[in-house]
């Protein structure tokens, strides 16, 4: 055999056995907390009250493409309500066959993290985002659904892709026109470990503070 050729054999068995160990089992990972901007000063007149986060999304046993969440284990039907709040990715060895999930740690779940950020993105265009016991007269109440919340994986020959989307949609009481607020982003890696993870579904956030900000900005805000 062709040393170069039998070294780039090796690697991708190499590679497979290392993707594949991994990703069988279920990793659980913390997402650090979306701190409040430090500069941010109230200006607006009308308090903010995030008053519900839904997660609206739809699991699915065996999904034809990896950006629809699913679950191992007791799969997709029989997954407590507790572990789908918690659950932000599926992991995939180097054929792309899906394998373990990737949880966030108890304590934390998509909700809370969209929450979060809305928060800090209200705050850092100068809302006060308070409960409607404190809110004061006439707050802006706004109710949140969660379609989308997901990061997956594209394996590749030399380097695989990874992906995290967040969409959701904002209604104010009082308005009805609904705010969207999507983005999706991906990097390159060598290795789907769990700190790839935790970067990717940063990097997701990190975005979708960014494009709150924005949407925030136009009515009905």
Do not use: H
């Not at 065996?62 to 932000?88: Q, Y």
């Not at 066959?97 to 990737?102: I, S, T």
């Not at 949880?103 to 006060?128: C, D, I, P």
């Amino acid at each position: 055999m062709n040393t170069k050729r039998y070294g780039v054999t090796a690697f991708l068995i190499a590679a497979t056995v290392v993707l594949s160990g991994c990703a069988a089992s279920r990793s659980e990972i913390k997402v650090a907390a979306a701190a409040a901007p430090t500069t941010a000063t109230v200006t607006k007149a009308r308090a903010v009250v995030i008053r519900t986060v839904q997660d609206d999304r739809v699991f699915e046993n065996a999904p034809p493409v990896a950006s629809t969440p699913s679950l191992g284990g007791e799969g997709a039907d029989k997954a407590p309500v507790a572990i789908k709040e918690r659950a932000i990715a599926r992991k995939r060895n180097s054929y792309g066959k899906a394998m373990g999930d990737v949880l966030l740690q108890e304590g934390q779940s998509v909700s809370g993290l969209v929450r979060e950020n809305l928060t800090s993105a209200f705050q850092q265009l100068g809302y006060r985002v308070t409960d409607e016991a404190n809110a004061g007269r006439n707050p802006l109440i706004v109710d949140v659904r969660i379609k989308k919340f997901w990061s997956w994986m594209q394996p590749g020959f030399w380097a695989l892709t990874l992906n995290s989307n967040i969409e959701t949609t904002l209604s104010v009481s009082g308005t009805k026109a609904d705010t969207t607020v999507s983005v999706q982003v991906q990097e390159s890696r060598q290795i789907a470990n769990d700190g790839a993870w935790l970067e990717i579904v940063d990097k997701g956030l990190t975005a979708f503070r960014a494009e709150a900000v924005q949407k925030l900005k136009e009515p009905p805000f």
